[in-house]
């Protein structure tokens, strides 16, 4: 039998239901899962703190979080609140909590879990991530600054007998009612409720500084459909099923993530060791044969963008539109991922609500291009490469080593550069190198760093783009040095904008400008492969994970049964 | 015993380049290596007439592509012409090579034989410094130095780093030969005959101590171009363009390459192993040759 | 003797704080930080210096040197700045003994197959056997480690299935048992082993040809001394300072081998470790293993030194 299902997240209902119709069969219990992934967790099981997207892919399992996002990337699947109100000007959230969830050890999961879990973001000794998760909460800056509480543990009895503020923004009413409150409307209030909930009981004593060293992460305790066993560094971490999941019981007895390297992994899930890996486009074709498994081809929210230093005086407007119509970005996406990806024309990914669909964007068109750069006042010299003003167009291409398909597609960018006469000189890197040449820190910036640079990001549950385009941020996140009042105060409405359908309109401007401006010229999002056994059922891979939806959809990870 | 061996030093002195020849062409494998070599560098050079097609030209059409009447090696995962790739690609491998095991022989002989020699404190500070470098971190080192000297796709730069942590093993491996021969009488009496430092080095101790630093300077080749490429795999290499047998060898990383497109890492893998193998039997034959006592010997 | 032991002991001081005093400045003068992976764009530049702040990575390297150097000798290595919740010392500790197995089983098999070849190879130069051998130990350089280590999974596990792709021990097996660890150990020894063949058999090749032409050889073979005997007895003895050399060197070489195979095999060992920690910047452990690696050189060439004098007593230490 084989069965390739090629599921987008658009047409995935409907294809849900046509294979889980034609694989109606029981459900059995039993089972040991193997996942494999290719770097060792930190091994930091504290959602709060924020880690690698290794250890999310372990406290996704673990832990429950009070709500999680749907496909379009929207905050609206309840889990541990089962329901959740805004009150009339939309800043201030209450969270009804379902009263049957417990802890792995047997304790009742209360307001008082989740007030811990977010108060620690915020605290003078916090070490991680996630700041940005409370930064508009009422009261926020102040805790943030509050010395008194260096070296200590949260105290929940203070707190409810008026002891301690803490952050007056987290309101616990009662036992299973908790309401956060901000200064201002935020479009992020809801979609930074997706942390997994941390279990106060046993934290309590820990000072926040020292929760890094706690031995509560040897096994640590949450409320998740498993509970953590054990975790041998670059082995495995072990998994077992969690009886009393509120969800029901995981058919499945046991999950194992295995630390392997790709090519091994792809070996294993051939002979049936693994049930599930991620792979790149390149070993599709070798995938492709196998018949024990299904290939899931869905799109990601990772794009690889190609960023201009704006400060550049080669660099000008009409120049990076001309730069734009050069490049193939197509090409890209049908030679180096073999059609697995789309060409992008903004930041934001095409499933998201905030998404633009109407933009017209650039085609290849290296005719166009020439013409653009000609009247842009670039002439072309002798040698092949473009002059203006005695200035010959050269411009180095900087970008990290890594990702392969974007390592494949810097020469294809240097030959279409050279065909309209753009003389790049490729420069390849390591990722501390290139950050200190783009976002070097507290150094004023300036045109000589880098002229053109190839990165990746994921997309944000959040559609804002200050953090990368405000001109407040240069010449930090805003490296590019893309400088636009108008554009700022676009950024700052949207975010503020607490009515969805206005919201959204900013947004398609807001895409509007930038595919116009061009402060960076996104190029393609890669779709994400994965295989999976197919012995396992109840795959549902378009479920969107919480804060870090970037792994393959094991939201319903209780449901997925093994047939024998 | 000690007669003996001042003739046969008389007999080296009075006979100097040409016999050296004389008895390294008699070694069969040795000149095979050579004519190797020779051809290899030949192809370095030539390599424009040689390559069918421009190496860094993608084919967007033609992404790896079995060989054909077009590629006759094939493409590479960018749809360049694998041919004309290896045929480039001997120019950086070769240079890195070379100019590694130059290094490695100078640097090392230098300092393995002035600390064995010398002894005493000269022989600790060197012996421990050679510690430090041997337990450097490499790769951070290389990190450093790319970084710092901004020199990202600048081979000398690259060919430096390999070599400046490479010489360890002939420093220590000199040394220890040294040592051992240092107290032999023959040794012994060129010093009590007034023989000069420079000439007891030279002419006693340096030939009698070569063979396996020869050995291990002709397998650090192969190492050399290995750490090339792993370098530009990092990110702290030649420019990623520019073709090389190492980098070909690393991008065909995979097991689809190696169960299925064997035209991609077939190719560049025998011109390694090639070259390797022609450096070490001329290395074997310089060595024969330069052996003092060789001649004696192939008469038993 | 015994006094040029206790100096070379005493001298290994020096030789650990001038690691460490390069290892220290090194790592800090490398682009990138600890944080450098934290690409989300709502960790802003403001959090990030009060985070390095946390970790002490903001004050004069010289200070941070001196209060590394001050908790060092206290044997206290500091906290992984990747792993959070481990110390240096706890990790050197749980990668520590995987990566001796590792190791040490294929230095031991690496230098009982090569030198028998070398033996062989030396005495019967230029023979077809002699060029067997070599093209053999050439081939086991010429090919990369990655691809090496990639095709005897293809072969012994895919194919074959003799033994386990990778790990140290059947997940969920809890424990692993003896039996289990030693056929997952089968394919990276076979690794790392076939890495390190190919020099071993050409030092030991060269080392042997060096000694059969030398005079006393003659000597002994033209006083009838039997064959066997002139080589294992005469010649051998005198062929093992190089080797010996050879093995005191390899350890270092040994470690950097392991890193690949380690990787591949999803191997829990130190090669990794330290790789890693260079690629994230992780200064604590990448001044551990440093050490650690810098303190096997030294005892290794220590050992090896000793050995000379042992094998050949002209050699004096005064």
């Known amino acids: 039998m084989k069965k390739i299902i090629i599921i987008t997240m658009l047409l995935s209902l409907c294809l849900m239901i046509m294979t889980t119709g034609a694989l109606a069969q029981e459900p059995q219990y039993g089972g040991t899962l193997k996942f494999s992934m290719y770097s060792s967790p930190e091994g930091l099981w504290i959602p709060a703190r924020g880690a690698s997207t290794y250890d999310v892919n372990v406290n996704n399992m673990v832990y429950e979080p009070l709500i999680q996002l749907d496909k379009n990337m929207e905050p609206t699947i309840p889990r541990i609140a089962e329901s959740w109100e805004f009150n009339d000007d939309k800043t201030k959230v209450t969270f009804k909590l379902r009263k049957d969830i417990k802890f792995h050890d047997g304790e009742p999961l209360t307001a008082r879990d989740v007030w811990y879990t977010y108060t620690q973001i915020g605290h003078i000794d916090y070490e991680g991530t996630h700041m940005a998760y409370n930064s508009y909460l009422k009261g926020f800056d102040a805790f943030r600054e509050d010395e008194s509480q260096r070296g200590k543990a949260l105290d929940y009895e203070a707190y409810m007998s008026g002891e301690e503020d803490y952050i007056t923004g987290i309101q616990v009413i009662n036992d299973y009612e908790i309401a956060f409150e901000s200064t201002d409307y935020s479009s992020r209030m809801l979609a930074d409720r997706v942390l997994g909930i941390m279990p106060y009981h046993i934290w309590k004593d820990v000072p926040i500084k020292n929760q890094h060293l706690a031995e509560e992460l040897e096994k640590p305790i949450g409320s998740g459909p498993f509970k953590f066993e054990e975790y041998a560094r670059d082995e495995y971490v072990l998994l077992t099923a969690y009886e009393d999941y509120y969800l029901g019981r995981p058919y499945v007895d046991e999950l194992i993530w295995a630390i392997r390297d790709q090519e091994v992994a792809l070996m294993e899930l051939e002979v049936g060791e693994l049930h599930l890996a991620e792979f790149d486009p390149n070993s599709y074709n070798l995938i492709e044969g196998f018949e024990e498994l299904d290939v899931y081809n869905d799109l990601s929210p990772v794009y690889q963008y190609m960023g201009f230093n704006l400060q550049d005086p080669k660099l000008t407007l009409k120049t990076r539109q001309a730069m734009a119509h050069a490049i193939d970005r197509q090409g890209i996406v049908d030679s180096a991922l073999l059609g697995f990806g789309e060409v992008v024309e903004t930041p934001i990914v095409p499933f998201h609500w905030a998404h633009n669909p109407n933009l017209e964007g650039y085609d290849y068109n290296p005719e166009k291009a020439k013409k653009m750069l000609a009247e842009d006042g670039w002439e072309m010299g002798d040698d092949g490469v473009l002059t203006r003003d005695g200035m010959k167009f050269r411009v180095e291409l900087l970008y990290p080593t890594g990702n392969q398909v974007r390592i494949q597609s810097a020469p294809i960018i240097q030959q279409n550069l050279a065909e309209v006469g753009i003389d790049a000189r490729l420069n390849m890197t390591d990722w501390g190198t290139l950050l200190d040449k783009t976002e070097r820190r507290g150094v004023p910036f300036n045109a000589d760093q880098f002229d053109l640079v190839l990165v990746g990001l994921a997309g944000g549950v959040v559609p804002d783009q200050s953090a990368k385009y405000h001109s407040r941020n240069i010449p930090d996140g805003n490296y590019v040095g893309y400088s636009n009042e108008e554009f700022d105060k676009m950024l700052d409405d949207a975010l503020t904008e607490p009515d969805r359908e206005k919201a959204v309109k900013l947004y398609w401007e807001i895409q509007e400008v930038m595919s116009h401006d061009l402060p960076v010229l996104t190029l393609y999002s890669p779709n994400r492969l994965t295989a999976v056994s197919s012995s396992i059922h109840n795959v549902r891979p378009e479920a969107v994970e919480d804060n870090d939806w970037r792994a393959f959809g094991l939201v319903n990870i209780h449901e997925w049964w093994i047939e024998d | 015993m000690y007669d003996e061996n001042v003739e046969t030093t008389k007999e080296i002195k009075s006979s100097p380049g040409t016999l050296v020849w004389r008895r390294f062409r008699h070694n069969r494998m040795a000149l095979i290596g050579l004519g190797m070599l020779s051809i290899i560098v030949l192809i370095s050079i030539l390599a424009p007439l040689l390559a069918t097609h421009d190496p860094n030209k993608i084919y967007m059409d033609k992404f790896r592509q079995p060989p054909n009447d077009e590629h006759i090696l094939g493409t590479d995962s960018l749809g360049r012409d694998v041919w004309s790739r290896l045929v480039y690609g001997s120019r950086v491998s070769m240079t890195v090579g070379i100019t590694a095991v130059a290094m490695y022989l100078l640097i090392g002989v230098t300092i393995g034989t002035l600390a064995a020699y010398f002894g005493g404190v000269v022989d600790m500070v060197l012996m421990r410094l050679t510690d430090i470098v041997m337990s450097f971190p490499f790769l951070l080192f290389a990190l450093v130095i790319v970084a710092t000297l901004e020199g990202e796709g600048n081979i000398w730069v690259v060919m430096g780093v390999i070599g400046l942590l490479g010489w360890t093993t002939n420093a220590r491996l000199i040394r220890g030969q040294i040592l051992s021969l240092r107290d032999k009488d023959y040794v012994q009496s060129a010093r009590a005959l007034g023989a000069s430092h420079f000439r007891i080095i030279f002419k006693h101790l340096l030939p009698n101590a070569m063979a396996p630093v020869l050995v291990a300077s002709t397998l650090s080749m192969a190492f050399a171009i290995m750490t090339e490429a792993a370098l530009s795999f990092l990110g702290m290499g030649v420019p990623p363009t520019m073709a090389s047998w190492g980098s070909m060898l690393s991008e065909a990383n995979s097991r689809l390459v190696m169960d299925r497109m064997p035209w991609l890492w077939v190719p560049p893998g025998i011109a390694v192993l090639v070259s390797v193998l022609s450096i070490n039997f001329v290395g074997d034959g310089l060595r024969d040759a330069l052996d003092p006592k060789q001649k004696n010997n192939k008469e038993v | ?318």
């Open chain 3, 1 to 318: 003797m015994r006094s040029y032991i206790l100096q070379r002991f005493l001298l290994m001081i020096p030789i650990l704080i001038g690691v460490s005093l390069f290892t220290f400045f090194l790592s800090r003068m490398a682009p990138g930080d600890p944080l450098m992976h934290y690409t989300d764009p709502d960790f802003t530049q403001e959090m990030r210096e009060e985070m390095m702040e946390k970790m002490g990575l903001n004050k004069p390297i010289y200070v941070q040197y001196i209060s590394w150097l001050r908790e060092a000798l206290k044997g206290n290595l500091g906290v992984s700045l990747r792993y959070r919740s481990e110390t240096v010392v706890h990790l050197i500790r749980e990668k520590i003994s995987p990566t001796i197995a590792l190791t040490l089983t294929s230095l031991i098999l690496a230098v009982f197959i090569a030198i028998p070849i070398g033996i062989y190879s030396a005495v019967k130069q230029y023979s077809i056997g002699d060029y067997i051998f070599t093209l053999g130990s050439f081939l086991g350089i010429s090919v990369p480690s990655f691809f090496l280590a990639l095709g005897l999974i293809y072969i012994f596990s895919l194919k074959l299935r003799w033994f386990p792709m990778a790990g140290m021990q059947t997940i969920g097996s809890r424990g692993g048992g003896f039996i289990d660890i030693l056929r997952h150990l089968v394919l990276p020894v076979t690794a790392l082993t076939l890495m390190r063949l190919a020099a071993f058999v050409r030092y030991s090749r060269g080392a042997m040809l060096e000694v059969i032409s030398q005079d006393y050889i003659r000597t002994a073979r033209s006083k009838g001394v039997t064959e066997k005997i002139v080589i294992f007895k005469h010649a051998l003895r005198n062929a093992a300072i190089p080797i010996v050399t050879m093995v005191g060197m390899s350890i270092a070489r040994l470690f950097s081998g392991a890193l690949i195979v380690e990787t591949v095999f999803s191997w829990p060992g130190l090669g990794k470790l330290s790789y890693e920690a260079v690629l994230q910047r992780d200064y604590p452990v990448l001044m551990g293993t440093t050490l650690l690696v810098a303190l096997m050189v030294v005892v290794g060439n220590m050992v090896a030194d000793i050995t000379y004098s042992l094998i050949d007593p002209q050699i004096r230490y005064d």
